[in-house]
Protein backbone atom coordinates (compact mmCIF):
# COMPACT_ATOMS: atom_id res chain seq x y z
CA UNK A 1 0.00 0.00 0.00
CA UNK A 2 0.82 3.40 -0.61
CA UNK A 3 1.56 6.44 1.93
CA UNK A 4 2.07 10.30 1.49
CA UNK A 5 3.39 12.24 4.10
CA UNK A 6 3.35 16.30 4.16
CA UNK A 7 4.98 17.01 7.00
CA UNK A 8 4.53 20.27 7.27
CA UNK A 9 0.82 21.76 7.55
CA UNK A 10 0.78 25.29 7.44
CA UNK A 11 4.08 27.04 5.94
CA UNK A 12 4.23 31.20 6.16
CA UNK A 13 6.35 33.13 3.75
CA UNK A 14 7.12 36.80 2.61
CA UNK A 15 5.73 37.43 -0.51
CA UNK A 16 8.12 37.35 -3.37
CA UNK A 17 10.80 35.23 -0.70
CA UNK A 18 10.72 31.83 -2.03
CA UNK A 19 8.73 28.48 -1.22
CA UNK A 20 9.38 24.86 -0.55
CA UNK A 21 6.53 22.56 0.35
CA UNK A 22 8.08 19.09 1.09
CA UNK A 23 6.13 15.84 0.05
CA UNK A 24 7.35 12.09 0.74
CA UNK A 25 5.99 8.80 -0.32
CA UNK A 26 6.23 5.20 0.05
CA UNK A 27 5.53 2.58 -2.39
CA UNK A 28 6.73 -0.79 -3.30
CA UNK A 29 6.10 -0.21 -7.23
CA UNK A 30 6.56 2.59 -9.37
CA UNK A 31 5.01 5.45 -9.18
CA UNK A 32 3.07 8.57 -10.49
CA UNK A 33 3.77 11.69 -8.48
CA UNK A 34 1.00 14.75 -8.87
CA UNK A 35 0.53 18.09 -6.74
CA UNK A 36 -3.32 19.84 -6.61
CA UNK A 37 -3.87 22.84 -5.39
CA UNK A 38 -6.89 24.04 -3.41
CA UNK A 39 -7.81 27.82 -3.15
CA UNK A 40 -10.92 28.59 -0.75
CA UNK A 41 -14.15 27.69 -1.54
CA UNK A 42 -12.87 25.67 -4.63
CA UNK A 43 -12.38 22.05 -5.39
CA UNK A 44 -8.46 20.74 -6.31
CA UNK A 45 -6.59 21.52 -9.41
CA UNK A 46 -3.74 19.53 -10.88
CA UNK A 47 -0.42 22.42 -10.69
CA UNK A 48 1.58 19.34 -11.99
CA UNK A 49 1.96 15.44 -12.50
CA UNK A 50 5.25 12.88 -12.66
CA UNK A 51 4.68 10.24 -15.01
CA UNK A 52 8.33 9.34 -16.31
CA UNK A 53 11.11 11.34 -18.27
CA UNK A 54 13.05 14.46 -17.09
CA UNK A 55 12.69 14.06 -13.05
CA UNK A 56 12.13 18.02 -12.71
CA UNK A 57 8.50 18.63 -13.58
CA UNK A 58 7.20 22.30 -14.58
CA UNK A 59 3.21 23.40 -14.16
CA UNK A 60 1.13 26.10 -13.63
CA UNK A 61 1.82 29.17 -12.05
CA UNK A 62 5.50 29.07 -12.25
CA UNK A 63 5.73 26.04 -9.56
CA UNK A 64 8.04 23.16 -10.32
CA UNK A 65 8.38 19.84 -8.44
CA UNK A 66 11.45 17.13 -8.47
CA UNK A 67 11.48 13.48 -8.31
CA UNK A 68 13.56 11.70 -6.28
CA UNK A 69 13.66 8.27 -6.09
CA UNK A 70 16.00 7.62 -3.65
CA UNK A 71 14.71 9.63 -0.97
CA UNK A 72 11.31 8.89 -2.12
CA UNK A 73 10.76 12.49 -2.17
CA UNK A 74 8.42 14.79 -5.09
CA UNK A 75 8.86 18.19 -3.05
CA UNK A 76 7.09 21.33 -4.64
CA UNK A 77 9.03 24.89 -5.08
CA UNK A 78 8.51 28.20 -6.67
CA UNK A 79 10.89 30.92 -6.48
CA UNK A 80 9.00 33.78 -5.76
CA UNK A 81 5.40 33.28 -4.40
CA UNK A 82 2.24 36.23 -4.82
CA UNK A 83 -0.34 36.34 -2.43
CA UNK A 84 -2.18 34.90 -5.10
CA UNK A 85 -0.31 31.73 -4.44
CA UNK A 86 -2.30 31.44 -0.81
CA UNK A 87 -4.12 27.89 -0.87
CA UNK A 88 -3.65 24.33 0.36
CA UNK A 89 -1.42 22.07 -1.77
CA UNK A 90 -1.82 18.28 -2.19
CA UNK A 91 0.35 15.59 -2.65
CA UNK A 92 -0.52 12.25 -4.38
CA UNK A 93 0.38 9.26 -5.94
CA UNK A 94 -0.90 6.33 -7.55
CA UNK A 95 0.78 3.23 -8.64
CA UNK A 96 2.26 2.41 -11.70
CA UNK A 97 0.14 -0.60 -12.46
CA UNK A 98 -2.58 -2.09 -14.95
CA UNK A 99 -6.52 -1.48 -14.25
CA UNK A 100 -7.97 0.94 -11.67
CA UNK A 101 -5.02 2.54 -9.54
CA UNK A 102 -6.48 5.22 -6.43
CA UNK A 103 -4.84 8.43 -5.98
CA UNK A 104 -3.61 8.39 -2.31
CA UNK A 105 -3.48 11.96 -0.93
CA UNK A 106 -1.28 13.68 1.98
CA UNK A 107 -3.07 15.98 4.24
CA UNK A 108 -2.02 18.76 2.77
CA UNK A 109 -0.07 22.01 3.32
CA UNK A 110 -1.11 25.58 3.95
CA UNK A 111 0.68 27.98 1.86
CA UNK A 112 -0.04 31.77 3.71
CA UNK A 113 1.27 34.55 1.80
CA UNK A 114 1.89 37.80 3.59
CA UNK A 115 2.77 41.46 2.26
CA UNK B 1 -14.17 28.13 -13.87
CA UNK B 2 -14.35 24.43 -14.09
CA UNK B 3 -16.05 21.72 -16.37
CA UNK B 4 -17.29 19.53 -13.14
CA UNK B 5 -20.01 21.41 -11.11
CA UNK B 6 -21.51 20.52 -7.73
CA UNK B 7 -25.12 21.37 -6.53
CA UNK B 8 -25.77 22.44 -3.62
CA UNK B 9 -22.68 24.46 -2.61
CA UNK B 10 -23.53 24.34 0.99
CA UNK B 11 -26.27 22.11 2.81
CA UNK B 12 -27.38 21.55 6.53
CA UNK B 13 -29.33 18.84 7.20
CA UNK B 14 -30.96 16.86 9.92
CA UNK B 15 -29.70 13.33 11.01
CA UNK B 16 -33.20 11.76 9.66
CA UNK B 17 -33.41 14.06 7.01
CA UNK B 18 -32.79 12.92 3.44
CA UNK B 19 -31.08 14.70 0.48
CA UNK B 20 -29.07 13.99 -2.55
CA UNK B 21 -25.70 16.14 -3.85
CA UNK B 22 -25.94 16.25 -7.36
CA UNK B 23 -22.67 16.54 -9.65
CA UNK B 24 -22.16 16.82 -13.52
CA UNK B 25 -19.01 17.14 -15.49
CA UNK B 26 -19.38 19.07 -19.12
CA UNK B 27 -15.67 17.28 -20.02
CA UNK B 28 -16.77 14.38 -22.08
CA UNK B 29 -15.18 12.15 -19.35
CA UNK B 30 -16.21 8.22 -19.05
CA UNK B 31 -15.32 7.75 -14.92
CA UNK B 32 -16.56 9.70 -12.00
CA UNK B 33 -16.13 9.56 -8.35
CA UNK B 34 -16.77 10.98 -4.84
CA UNK B 35 -14.35 12.15 -2.26
CA UNK B 36 -14.27 12.61 1.22
CA UNK B 37 -12.49 15.79 2.55
CA UNK B 38 -12.40 16.32 6.38
CA UNK B 39 -10.32 18.59 8.39
CA UNK B 40 -6.45 17.25 8.76
CA UNK B 41 -6.91 14.05 6.97
CA UNK B 42 -6.31 13.09 3.53
CA UNK B 43 -8.54 13.06 0.42
CA UNK B 44 -10.93 9.18 0.82
CA UNK B 45 -12.04 7.91 -1.89
CA UNK B 46 -16.17 6.76 -1.57
CA UNK B 47 -16.95 5.62 -5.15
CA UNK B 48 -15.88 5.37 -8.47
CA UNK B 49 -18.11 4.77 -11.72
CA UNK B 50 -16.62 3.89 -15.16
CA UNK B 51 -18.88 4.27 -18.16
CA UNK B 52 -21.89 4.15 -15.36
CA UNK B 53 -20.83 1.11 -13.73
CA UNK B 54 -19.97 1.17 -10.05
CA UNK B 55 -16.35 0.21 -10.22
CA UNK B 56 -15.20 0.92 -6.27
CA UNK B 57 -16.92 1.24 -2.47
CA UNK B 58 -14.50 2.25 -0.39
CA UNK B 59 -15.72 0.71 2.42
CA UNK B 60 -18.32 3.15 2.44
CA UNK B 61 -21.62 2.82 4.89
CA UNK B 62 -24.94 1.78 3.70
CA UNK B 63 -26.14 5.68 4.13
CA UNK B 64 -24.17 6.89 1.34
CA UNK B 65 -25.97 5.62 -1.79
CA UNK B 66 -24.28 6.61 -5.46
CA UNK B 67 -26.29 7.08 -8.52
CA UNK B 68 -24.77 7.32 -11.81
CA UNK B 69 -27.74 7.36 -14.60
CA UNK B 70 -25.10 8.88 -17.21
CA UNK B 71 -21.69 9.18 -18.08
CA UNK B 72 -22.00 12.81 -17.17
CA UNK B 73 -23.97 13.05 -13.81
CA UNK B 74 -23.28 11.44 -10.31
CA UNK B 75 -25.65 11.77 -7.57
CA UNK B 76 -25.35 11.07 -3.72
CA UNK B 77 -28.34 10.24 -1.70
CA UNK B 78 -28.00 10.68 1.79
CA UNK B 79 -30.10 9.33 4.70
CA UNK B 80 -30.11 8.86 8.53
CA UNK B 81 -26.57 10.80 8.32
CA UNK B 82 -23.89 11.18 11.33
CA UNK B 83 -22.67 14.46 12.99
CA UNK B 84 -19.39 13.02 11.42
CA UNK B 85 -20.08 12.60 8.14
CA UNK B 86 -19.57 16.69 8.21
CA UNK B 87 -17.24 17.54 5.46
CA UNK B 88 -17.08 19.12 2.53
CA UNK B 89 -17.77 16.09 -0.38
CA UNK B 90 -15.87 16.50 -3.93
CA UNK B 91 -17.20 15.23 -7.22
CA UNK B 92 -14.12 14.14 -9.67
CA UNK B 93 -14.14 13.35 -13.63
CA UNK B 94 -11.53 11.78 -15.49
CA UNK B 95 -11.17 10.38 -19.35
CA UNK B 96 -10.98 6.77 -17.70
CA UNK B 97 -9.70 4.73 -15.00
CA UNK B 98 -6.61 3.55 -16.69
CA UNK B 99 -3.09 4.87 -15.39
CA UNK B 100 -2.43 7.63 -15.71
CA UNK B 101 -4.91 9.86 -15.61
CA UNK B 102 -5.89 13.37 -14.27
CA UNK B 103 -8.77 13.88 -11.97
CA UNK B 104 -10.42 16.88 -12.21
CA UNK B 105 -12.42 17.85 -9.48
CA UNK B 106 -15.96 19.91 -8.56
CA UNK B 107 -16.11 22.81 -5.92
CA UNK B 108 -17.24 20.37 -3.56
CA UNK B 109 -20.65 20.41 -1.36
CA UNK B 110 -20.34 21.65 2.07
CA UNK B 111 -22.15 19.11 4.05
CA UNK B 112 -22.99 19.66 7.70
CA UNK B 113 -25.28 17.34 9.85
CA UNK B 114 -26.96 18.74 13.17
Known amino acids: AQSVTQLDSQVPVFEEAPVELRCNYS??????LFWYVQYPNQGLQLLLKYLSGSTLVKGINGFEAEFNKSQTSFHLRKPSVHISDTAEYFCAVSSDGTGFQKLVFGTGTRLLVSP | ETGVTQTPRHLVMGMTNKKSLKCEQHLGHNAMYWYKQSAKKPLELMFV???????ENNSVPSRFSPECPNSSHLFLHLHTLQPEDSALYLC?????????????FGPGTRLTVT
Open chain 1, 27 to 32: SSVSVY
Open chain 2, 49 to 55: YNFKEQT
Open chain 2, 92 to 104: ASSQGTGNPYEQY
